[in-house]
């Protein structure tokens, strides 16, 4: 789980961690991995800190690892904070066929919308959404922005389409799990 950049506190997360309401959805996604990812199915799970959306990336990282650890690809799983994506997306001279996450297989993007608002960034990760998305290939993203918040913010309109034609929706409520 180190090698695709999982955090070390979601590495052991469970179906048990996860919240009532979404356990069913986040159930059948990892039942059915291989022929969701195959499909480029994703999943956009939203809501406010702390309700448990990296631990749901947490799980479907464990499923994903175990249903494609003997493929070809050298790294079908990836995770990446949208902090961290934003870093190397920033950097103009880097190439951009050393970045893994517009190849993997599925991409598990967490924090989307709370790192620093940079035009040039998000224009960024705009056109890597777009290159999954136009490739067919599974993102599940992790966000504290709501779905009205990114249908109606220009600048998240079109990752937001994306990510919802490619994939489930699950909306988490509640108070934070950390307090």
Same mark, same amino acid.
């Given at each position: 789980?180190?090698?695709?950049?999982?955090?070390?506190?979601?590495?052991?997360?469970?179906?048990?961690?996860?919240?009532?309401?979404?356990?069913?959805?986040?159930?059948?996604?990892?039942?059915?991995?291989?022929?969701?990812?195959?499909?480029?199915?994703?999943?956009?799970?939203?809501?406010?800190?702390?309700?448990?959306?990296?631990?749901?990336?947490?799980?479907?990282?464990?499923?994903?690892?175990?249903?494609?650890?003997?493929?070809?690809? *050298?790294?079908?799983?990836?995770?990446?904070?949208?902090?961290?994506?934003?870093?190397?997306?920033?950097?103009?001279?880097?190439?951009?066929?050393?970045?893994?996450?517009?190849?993997?297989?599925?991409?598990?993007?967490?924090?989307?919308?709370?790192?620093?608002?940079?035009?040039?960034?998000?224009?960024?990760?705009?056109?890597?959404?777009?290159?999954?998305?136009? *490739?067919?290939?599974?993102?599940?993203?992790?966000?504290?922005?709501?779905?009205?918040?990114?249908?109606?913010?220009?600048?998240?309109?079109?990752?937001?389409?994306?990510?919802?034609?490619?994939?489930?929706?699950?909306?988490?409520?509640?108070?934070?799990?950390?307090?």
């Amino acid at each position: 789980m180190e090698v695709i950049g999982l955090p070390k506190r979601y590495r052991q997360a469970t179906l048990a961690d996860v919240s009532e309401a979404a356990r069913p959805l986040v159930a059948a996604y990892c039942e059915d991995i291989e022929a969701r990812v195959g499909a480029g199915q994703g999943l956009l799970v939203s809501g406010p800190v702390g309700v448990g959306k990296s631990c749901i990336l947490g799980v479907i990282a464990r499923a994903a690892y175990q249903a494609f650890a003997g493929e070809h690809w *050298s790294h079908p799983v990836a995770y990446v904070n949208c902090a961290r994506l934003y870093v190397l997306l920033m950097d103009v001279d880097r190439d951009r066929r050393q970045l893994p996450y517009s190849e993997v297989r599925l991409l598990l993007l967490d924090e989307l919308g709370t790192a620093y608002d940079n035009p040039f960034a998000v224009s960024q990760l705009d056109a890597l959404i777009e290159t999954r998305y136009a *490739s067919g290939l599974a993102t599940c993203t992790a966000t504290n922005l709501s779905v009205k918040a990114m249908h109606e913010d220009v600048r998240w309109r079109r990752v937001y389409d994306r990510l919802r034609d490619g994939g489930l929706g699950i909306a988490l409520t509640g108070a934070s799990r950390r307090s």
